[in-house]
């Protein structure tokens, strides 16, 4: 059955942020799978199209967005009664509750104590017409329980991480005179890498630190910061379809993520991320060099789909990264493993069918 799908997002579609990308590629990965689905947003249009409809309102001020965000969702509700109302904000999800769509709600953390946010999440866990909650990691899924208890007995709890695009594999990287070439990809914010990346390139002047993404502000500070090391280059940003191109350019690519990490809403996320670039590393077929937190090992393995080092262990990331430089066959076999993982387990149509699964059939009774 064809579901017809509302996607009511509190996101600028068109915004560089990992959480606008993960949007675009649902809502194309429920096309591809043979549903309508008209995505609601405040911002600019995307410029591509898309497979989906989008209805975007420009609107300057953040502090009306919710608002008018509602506003919208229950309009475009009572006018095409949606089989399926799926969000990633609870005071949204609460709008399909008077129009008796089927509810799904994607949770990438839990809301701050005492907001409008926390007092939706913990009505919709009673209300039968949730019927499933998206978790991105299971340490999410885990504290969703242990803070707001089970949710009722008609509504599940699915655990889906991110996922990137698995295109063709790019096969090996090219020859860099000898030199190991390792990128970063993402933004700069405090705990997502920088400071250890900042750290290795004078421990490590054989090898070459590839760094794109960050804001303007971000770039400046960290060029003037290592205006000395010449083996360290902060590209900037680039557009996201340049990016699978760069990743294969490199022969090894790096997340050292530390044990808190922010995000662009602020806050500390480092205990229920699912970082979007883990997902496109692999899907690059090179050889992940990441932090060992207990959310990312729910994904890969030491050893075998990337090395994992303590957070903000310079030494322990040198040791790596010297024995990736060494050892060719290392670098095939890890970024060969990641790539068959992301195939297996992560892609964008995979995740879209884990977040649907059964209730497709729910429709057709």
Known sequence: MTLRIVFPSLCRPASRDANAIQIDRMCESFVQAGHTVVLTA?????????GYKTITLPWPSRRL?????????????????PDLLFTRSPLLALSGLHYRAQIVLELHSLPA?????????????????????????????????????PPHHGCD?????????AGPRPGPAESHGGSLKVGYFGHLYPGKGMETI????????????????????????????????????????IPHAEVAAKMAACDVLIAPYAAQV???????????????????????????????????????????????????DTAAYATALRRLAADTELRVRI???????????????????????????????
């Open 198 to 237: 900042a750290a290795l390139a004078p421990l490590l002047p054989e090898i070459y630190f590839e760094v794109y993404g960050g804001t303007g502000e971000d770039i400046a500070r960290w060029r003037g910061t290592c205006s000395e090391q010449i083996n360290l280059t902060l590209h900037g940003h």
């Open 113 to 149: 104590p005492g907001t409008k946010a926390q007092a939706a999440l913990r009505r919709l866990l009673q209300e039968n017409h949730l019927r499933r909650i998206v978790t991105i990691s299971q340490a999410l899924a885990d504290d969703l329980l242990a803070e707001y208890g």
């Open 335 to 365: 970024g060969s493993a990641g790539r068959d993982l992301l195939e297996t387990e992560y892609t964008w149509e995979k995740r879209a069918r884990r977040v649907l699964e059964g209730i497709v059939e729910l429709s057709d009774q």
């Open 42 to 50: 405040i911002g600019a249009r995307l410029q591509r199209g898309q």
């Open 65 to 81: 967005r919710n608002r008018l965000m509602l506003s919208i969702t229950r309009l475009f509700l009572w006018r095409t009664r």
């Open 262 to 312: 922010s995000h662009v809403g602020g806050g500390d996320i480092g205990r229920w991320m699912s970082p979007l670039k883990l997902f496109e590393y692999m899907a690059a077929e090179r050889p992940v060099v990441t932090s060992d937190l207990p959310v990312l090992r729910e994904v890969v393995s030491d050893g075998e789909t990337a090395l994992l080092c303590p957070p903000g």
């Open 157 to 165: 709890i699915v655990v889906a991480h991110d996922g990137a695009v």
